[in-house]
């Protein structure tokens, strides 16, 4: 497979006002070249807005571009049916929930959004007070949404690839340390609207072409190698640049990944995070 000209990983957020620094949006952007920007976005309107830019000038260049999330792109098998998706659906599951988040989620130009109220209808539609998405603030707990972790959980906790990193957290978990589940809720719909409006890829769930150009959207996580140094203001920041940094040292190993077998769940519901081997043991 022909490697990638332009690389770009991305620490999500899912603050409801305009925000910088830790806990905002950061983006390392690194090209073959050697050239490399980092950003920090406020809003999730100002980063879509770059994203979209990026992937405009990568079809003008007709060049290869990665793209990698700090939040999942799918959950746990089971998820659609209990959302209420028939057998004979002509969609893919991955392909509904991307739908689903996009038609409930609303969110603004300043950050403000209803990510709660959806985690609150998502349940309610399930038909599972306690879950399974958990965890928020003590206002916005209501008869379908809860700020604590199910006693039980009726979809399994986390995916298949979530399992040999235990220190990943599940996308249902909304809130509190570590948590990626708002981030979920509020960046798959940017996703959707690019993929839609541009073409992107998404990977795993659609194939990516060996060679020529293309866009590509993939998961990634943050924390799955140790990340050093690189003189950015918090850590999120030297997070992003380490990841960036990782793949264009090693493209290689980065397209073996891409294109490893991975359980036919993956493909269809739960996605993948990139760089996780899927012959790991739970717990390495």
Same mark, same amino acid.
């Given at each position: 497979?022909q490697?990638?000209d332009t690389?770009?990983?991305?620490d999500w957020?899912?603050a409801?006002?305009p925000?910088? @620094?830790?806990n905002?949006?950061?983006?390392s952007?690194r090209?073959?070249?050697?050239?490399?920007?980092?950003?920090?976005?406020?809003?999730?309107s100002?980063?879509?807005?770059?994203?979209?830019? /990026?992937i405009e000038a990568s &079809?003008?260049?007709?060049?290869r571009?990665?793209?990698?999330?700090?939040?999942?792109?799918g959950?746990?098998e089971?998820? $659609?049916?209990?959302?209420g998706?028939?057998?004979?659906?002509p969609?893919?599951p991955?392909r509904?929930?991307?739908?689903t988040?996009?038609?409930l989620?609303e969110?603004?130009? *300043?950050?403000?959004?209803n990510?709660?109220?959806?985690?609150a209808?998502?349940?309610?539609?399930?038909?599972?007070?306690?879950?399974p998405?958990?965890?928020?603030?003590?206002?916005? $707990?209501?008869?379908?949404?809860?700020?604590y972790?199910?006693?039980?959980?009726?979809?399994?906790?986390?995916? +298949?690839?979530?399992?040999?990193?235990?220190?990943s957290?599940p996308g249902?978990? +909304?809130?509190?340390?570590?948590?990626?589940?708002?981030?979920? +809720?509020? @960046?798959?719909?940017?996703?959707e *609207?690019l993929?839609?409006r541009?073409?992107v &890829?998404v990977?795993?769930f659609?194939g990516i072409p060996a060679?020529?150009?293309?866009q590509v959207? $993939?998961?990634?996580?943050l924390?799955?190698?140790?990340?050093?140094?690189f @003189?950015?203001?918090?850590?999120d920041?030297?997070?992003?640049?380490?990841?960036?940094?990782?793949?264009?040292?090693d /493209?290689p190993q980065l397209? $073996?990944w891409?294109n490893?077998?991975y359980p036919?769940v993956?493909?269809e519901e739960?996605?993948?995070v990139?760089g996780?081997?899927?012959?790991?043991?739970a @717990?390495?």
């Amino acid at each position: 497979m022909q490697e990638f000209d332009t690389l770009i990983a991305v620490d999500w957020s899912a603050a409801s006002v305009p925000v910088k @620094g830790e806990n905002s949006i950061w983006m390392s952007r690194r090209d073959d070249g050697g050239a490399h920007d980092l950003f920090n976005f406020s809003t999730r309107s100002e980063a879509e807005q770059y994203l979209a830019s /990026q992937i405009e000038a990568s &079809r003008a260049a007709g060049t290869r571009l990665l793209m990698g999330f700090d939040f999942p792109f799918g959950y746990p098998e089971g998820f $659609t049916k209990a959302l209420g998706r028939g057998a004979h659906d002509p969609n893919p599951p991955w392909r509904v929930i991307w739908q689903t988040f996009t038609d409930l989620v609303e969110d603004n130009d *300043r950050n403000q959004n209803n990510r709660f109220a959806v985690a609150a209808q998502l349940n309610q539609r399930m038909g599972f007070a306690e879950g399974p998405f958990w965890g928020c603030p003590v206002k916005q $707990t209501g008869p379908f949404l809860s700020p604590y972790r199910p006693k039980q959980h009726f979809i399994a906790e986390r995916r +298949l690839c979530e399992v040999p990193v235990p220190k990943s957290q599940p996308g249902w978990k +909304l809130a509190y340390i570590g948590s990626v589940g708002s981030q979920g +809720l509020m @960046g798959i719909p940017v996703l959707e *609207r690019l993929r839609a409006r541009h073409g992107v &890829r998404v990977w795993p769930f659609e194939g990516i072409p060996a060679s020529g150009p293309c866009q590509v959207f $993939t998961e990634l996580y943050l924390s799955l190698w140790p990340v050093g140094d690189f @003189g950015g203001p918090c850590k999120d920041a030297d997070q992003v640049q380490a990841m960036t940094q990782r793949w264009l040292d090693d /493209q290689p190993q980065l397209l $073996t990944w891409m294109n490893q077998r991975y359980p036919a769940v993956v493909y269809e519901e739960e996605g993948w995070v990139l760089g996780v081997d899927p012959a790991s043991p739970a @717990g390495e």
